[in-house]
T-cell receptor, first 108, second 116 residues
Framework: EIVLTQSPGTLSLSPGERATLSCRAS???????LAWYQQRPGQAPRLLIY???SRATGVPDRFSGTGSGTDFTLTISRLVPEDSAMYYC?????????FGQGTKVEIK | EVKLVQSGAEVRRPGESLKISCKGS????????IGWVRQMPGKGLEWMGA????????RYSPSFQGQVTISVDTSINTAYLEWSSLKASDTAKYFC?????????WGQGTLITVSS
């Protein structure tokens, strides 16, 4: 089973700043099948990025994903208040699929 | 418009059985996997397993194998998650998602409370 470790646990930033979230895998993620999700309180997760770097439909271009192998990054270039949420990475290249434990982004 | 609509919240006693549902619409139901994800109170997301609606091929996470059953009824475009004997530790919100690789559409979640 591939274990995903996200860092930091919490990120507290001001509007307009850049957020950099990390997701490290315990072994190579096959096919770069790595996704990022946003989850606001009380809501279902929302797909942001798939295939490590492809934005899902309707996702603003301030969200970008990079990485391959075992190291992946989600960048939010200019934070806005609505970006306050939990962010999870998920690998879907190897069964069982697994999620990271999440990074909380707080907007000051 | 693609939609996944889940059944409503449930309260059960330990040892009882339960089956919750996830109805898909707006797309070719049998062309996609449906996955199930658990979120315990205040915790993160856990992938439980998935079923390919076209042929009912099912995969489970080892953590959930033998604890739940995932099934599908293609005549009504609905996937199910079932427990034969609930435990208090099954208290959580359960989400279904359409998996085109990643989960691109999600249900609203079903809250299950197991308490004596």
């Amino acid at each position: 089973e591939i274990v995903l470790t996200q860092s930091p646990g919490t990120l507290s930033l001001s509007p307009g700043e850049r957020a950099t979230l990390s997701c490290r895998a315990s072994q190579n993620v096959p096919g770069t099948y790595l996704a990022w999700y946003q989850q606001r309180p009380g809501q279902a997760p929302r797909l942001l990025i798939y295939g490590a770097s492809s934005r899902a439909t309707g996702v603003p271009d301030r969200f970008s994903g990079t990485g391959s192998g075992t190291d992946f990054t989600l960048t939010i270039s200019r934070l806005v208040p609505e970006d306050s949420a939990m962010y999870y990475c998920q690998q879907y290249g190897s069964s069982p699929e697994t999620f990271g434990q999440g990074t909380k982004v707080e907007i000051k | 418009e693609v939609k996944l609509v889940q059944s409503g919240a449930e309260v059960r006693r330990p040892g009882e059985s339960l089956k919750i549902s996830c109805k898909g619409s707006g797309y070719s139901f049998t062309s996609y996997w449906i996955g199930w994800v658990r979120q315990m109170p205040g915790k993160g997301l856990e992938w439980m397993g998935a079923i390919y609606a076209g042929d009912s091929d099912t995969r489970y996470s080892p953590s959930f194998q033998g604890q739940v059953t995932i099934s599908v009824d293609t005549s009504i475009n609905t996937a199910y998650l079932e427990w034969s004997s609930l435990k208090a530790s099954d208290t959580a919100k359960y989400f279904c998602s359409r998996q085109s690789g990643a989960g691109d559409y999600w249900g609203q979640g079903t809250l299950i409370t197991v308490s004596s």
